[in-house]
């Protein structure tokens, strides 16, 4: 008796994945991922695999996080960040760390007219 599954249509995380998988690029789930300019028609992204592929048309629609990519593409984590590093590896994507919002000091005036606001309701 094999342990795999038999259901056509279904693909095993490492396949997708692929030789990517090996990479070990950290990306933290709030990570912001874009497509650099020409980077989707470049000649590079035309040899990707599907998994990657899905990836960079999902980013050409705008910034997005680590974690919404996985969502959206209703993969794991794990599957997620392989295809990203791969397509980091290849410059077809950008990553930046997203801000850190303990860094930043809050506007008191918005913050007060936020409250008035709500004491009104």
């Known amino acids: 008796m094999s342990g795999g599954h038999t ?13 990517a998988a090996y990479l070990g690029v950290p990306l933290d ?3 912001l991922l874009r497509v650099p300019d020409g980077a989707a028609d470049s000649g590079a992204a035309a040899r990707l695999g ?12 705008g910034v997005m996080s680590v974690v919404e990519v996985s969502a959206r593409l209703r993969l794991p984590g794990a599957v997620t960040r392989s295809l990203i590093a ?3 590896d290849r410059d077809l994507l950008r990553a ?3 801000p850190d919002p ?7 005036a ?5 409250l008035r606001g709500l004491e009104r309701l």
């Open 96 to 98: 930046e760390a997203a």
């Open 50 to 61: 599907p998994g990657p592929l899905r990836v960079l048309r999902l980013c050409r629609t």
């Open 110 to 114: 918005l913050l007060e007219r936020v």
């Open 29 to 31: 789930p709030a990570t």
């Open 7 to 19: 259901r056509r249509g279904l693909t095993r995380s490492f396949a997708m994945a692929g030789d």
């Open 86 to 88: 791969e397509l980091l």
């Open 102 to 108: 303990s860094s930043s000091v809050p506007d008191t």
